[in-house]
């Protein structure tokens, strides 16, 4: 199999392959992709899809889903006439051991996104409430694709827009996991929460379920081990599986610091979670449609900081014809945005009340 493409010019590129799942990673500076998404879904061979976009600020990267074990035979780029480039990428078919063989031998590049979580801390003198906005996947990883419409930029604009919504009344302090189009992985967005000394985590995202066009409607997610039921698992599932989609191998991933004093946290922040969401699905759902089963929770990787209050908003369902028209629609956006506002601000009226001090506590 080989893949190739018309470049501006001649770039550096290195080619790998990585396990669980089967896939070849190839890495470039930074570019300006130009190819239809509708290409890169298209199967041929033992190549299932491929994929690209900004993996870092100054590096692309190019995944191609192997459908069966294959290692990569050559990969550069070589000057043609008019000073243009092309990208050839060459793949042969593998018995499982050249390719575990080969996943073996490839070095570990990519930056370490289990490094140990800085310590929460906001600016010196901030006393405004820090609420964190997480626009689902970006760059290489698109998320849920339907039409020529990616969840990545759907998640995006609605972030956005919150952002604006919220500072605008000058209470708060909105920090964005990603404010374009490019990607960070799991464990990045946990520790921006921790890291900015986070009173609110809010994660955005828009599922898609091809054999159910007919499900729809809003749904509000918590953290928890155990998923309350099986639609919440498989959804957990594939949410976590970002790293993967971007070539990230984050399989030897390092838990966090245990114990009873951390077990507490996890306690009171699960319960903060819950008060939250319970909240969002009372003031979104007298604005915009809501799923039958509009509050559920399961185990979320980006909803994992022990001491961020943290919820998982699914705006909708991209393989719903009417959803889709919906968070597309600048009117939709505004008026569901300020639903998720004002569920925000009773959230933190609650903590100002008498027994409420649920930030104090967690300094």
Do not use: C
């Amino acid at each position: 199999m080989r893949l190739t493409m018309a470049l501006s010019t001649t770039v550096d590129v290195s080619a790998s392959v990585l396990a669980g799942p089967d896939r070849v990673v190839i890495d470039l500076p930074s570019m300006n992709f130009q190819v239809q998404p509708a290409a890169a879904r298209k199967s041929a061979g033992f190549v299932s899809a491929f994929r690209f976009g900004l993996f870092t600020a100054d590096r692309s990267r190019i995944i191609i889903d192997l459908a069966q074990p294959a290692v990569v035979t050559r990969a550069e780029t070589r000057a043609v006439r008019g000073g243009f480039g092309e990208l050839t990428i060459e793949l042969k078919r593998a018995t499982r051991a050249e390719f575990q063989a080969a996943v073996n031998r490839t070095p570990q590049r990519d930056p370490d996104v289990t490094a140990a979580i800085p310590t929460p801390a906001k600016p010196i003198g901030e006393t405004r409430r820090t609420i964190v906005i997480d626009p689902g996947h970006g760059g290489i990883d698109p998320g849920a694709v339907v039409a020529s419409i990616a969840e990545k930029s759907v998640v995006l604009a609605f972030g956005t827009k919150l952002r604006e919504q919220l500072e605008a009344n000058g209470r708060y302090r909105v920090v964005m996991t990603r404010d374009g189009d490019r990607f960070v992985s799991l464990a990045e967005r946990v520790k921006i929460a921790r890291a900015e000394g986070a009173d609110l985590f809010v994660s955005i995202h828009a599922d898609s379920l091809t054999q159910s066009q007919e499900v729809r409607g809003a749904t509000i997610y918590t953290g928890s081990e155990r998923a309350t039921d099986a639609e919440s698992a498989r959804l957990a599932a594939k949410e976590n599986q970002a790293d993967a989609v971007a070539g990230l191998d984050s399989s030897e991933e390092v838990q966090d610091v245990a114990g009873i004093l951390m077990d507490l946290a996890k306690r009171e922040t699960r319960t903060f979670s819950a008060v939250f969401a319970r909240n969002l699905v009372e003031k979104l759902g007298g604005s915009v449609k809501m799923h039958k089963v509009p509050l559920r929770s399961a185990g979320f990787r980006v909803l994992s900081a022990p001491d961020v209050p943290s919820v998982l908003i699914e705006l909708g369902y991209m393989s719903s014809p009417k959803d889709a028209e919906l968070l597309n629609s600048v009117e939709w956006r505004t008026q569901a945005v300020a639903a998720v506002g004002t569920a925000i601000e009773h959230y933190f009226e609650r903590e100002r009340a008498p027994g409420g001090k649920a930030a104090e506590n967690r300094r």
